[in-house]
């Protein structure tokens, strides 16, 4: 994953010569950061359930982009000891099917506005049934404004759970400028996969610090979430 882009920007997920010209979720990220407008980053790994990507970590993403891995079901990012997995920066990013799992802070970190975090194993493998080397203190770190987590079609929730603080963490960073209109619907917080095992946190499932009009399930089909085993 930690393979650079040899020319960000020129249209093409590229890594240099000298390491094979392979494209990486890194050299991607760099293309999609490097070019306006709306951007779509799929995978093809030769893994015949889904794929793995060794030593993921300190990705910023700073242009809207969707990052899709249910291609191949979840792919699978193992963090290797990495402090933050995907730092999501921008507007109107997209993170679905992906397993992140191995971090020492946070998996996801959310700033700026209107990111969707969907179909997501977080802290666990990438069949959702077991935490893998969760040592990081938030699953997701929530800052900024109007961003959903999970959805209210079954797909579109996700698997949270095993984190030591918190398995989602809202709060307002260092700008000051308050967390608002977040939407947490229809995920397995704490549990596995079916909603039939705890995989919990020594702690909290949802952790609100500072923040305004924020929305944790609801009365639609689908809103409601499974927080269990915290």
């Not at 990486?24 to 779509?40: F, V």
Request: net charge negative; aromatic share 6%; charged share 15%.
């Amino acid at each position: 994953i930690q393979y650079q882009d040899y020319t960000p920007g020129d249209g093409k997920c590229e890594t240099p010569p000298s390491t094979g010209r392979l494209c990486t979720l890194y050299a991607a990220i760099q293309e999609a950061n490097a070019s306006p407008g709306a951007d779509q980053i799929n995978f093809s790994i030769n893994k015949t359930v889904y794929g793995t990507i060794f030593g993921g970590g300190g990705t910023n993403i700073g242009e809207t982009v969707t990052i899709d891995g249910t291609s191949q079901g979840h792919v699978e990012i193992y963090g290797n000891g990495h402090t933050v997995g995907l730092s999501v920066y921008g507007t109107n990013t997209t993170i679905r099917g992906m397993a992140l799992n191995r971090y020492t802070t946070k998996a996801i970190a959310l700033g700026d506005s209107g990111h969707i975090i969907e179909g997501n194993y977080v802290g666990t493998d990438a069949t959702g049934s077991q935490i893998v080397g969760t040592v990081g203190s938030s699953g997701i770190y929530v800052n900024g404004s109007d961003h959903t987590i999970g959805g209210t079609i079954a797909a579109a929730g996700n698997v949270i759970s095993g984190f030591p603080s918190s398995n989602i963490e809202i709060d307002t960073d260092f700008d000051d400028k308050i967390t608002s209109g977040i939407k947490i619907l229809g995920n397995f917080i704490g549990t596995n996969s079916t909603g039939t095992e705890a995989l919990g946190t020594t702690r909290n499932g949802i952790e609100v610090f500072r923040g305004l009009n924020i929305t944790i399930g609801g009365t639609a089909v689908g809103a409601g979430n499974l927080i269990s085993g915290n």
